[in-house]
């Protein structure tokens, strides 16, 4: 059973800094690893991603201040998410996404799923 659990979210004031984490289980394919977020009232909307080769795409409104990263050793997936200079209009639920490599054939059909996990809160105050 594949599993996708966030954590690191929390409260902090315009300006400071957090991180966030998201460990992936039973998950044994070559996949994408993102980070989505919604904004009360608003739509879910692309963070970052990063590929298996650690290149790296981030949203315009979080370049410069947010870096992604994965580690894989060992079979234990994991990717972050550091965010710096956090603003009032960063304030969302976060989410974490797996996702197929584009154009990778797999050998499971599982592998062609999106996952998604539960999602954590953060909160900028001004």
């Known amino acids: 059973q594949v599993r996708l659990v966030e954590s690191g979210g929390g409260s902090v004031q315009a300006g400071g800094s957090l991180g966030l984490s998201c460990v992936v289980s039973g998950y044994t394919c070559s996949f994408v690893m993102s980070w989505y977020r919604q904004a009360p009232r608003k739509e879910r909307e692309f963070v970052s991603a990063i590929r298996p080769d650690d290149t790296t795409d981030y949203a315009d409104s979080v370049k410069g201040r947010f870096t992604i990263s994965r580690d894989n050793a060992k079979a234990k997936n994991t990717m972050y998410l550091q965010m710096s200079d956090l603003k009032p209009e960063d304030t969302a639920i976060y989410y974490c996404?797996?996702?197929?490599?584009?154009?990778?054939?797999?050998?499971?059909?599982?592998?062609?799923?999106?996952?998604w996990g539960q999602g954590t809160q953060v909160t900028v105050s001004s």
């Open positions: 996404k797996t996702s197929p490599v584009p154009g990778r054939t797999y050998g499971n059909r599982d592998c062609y799923r999106h996952y």
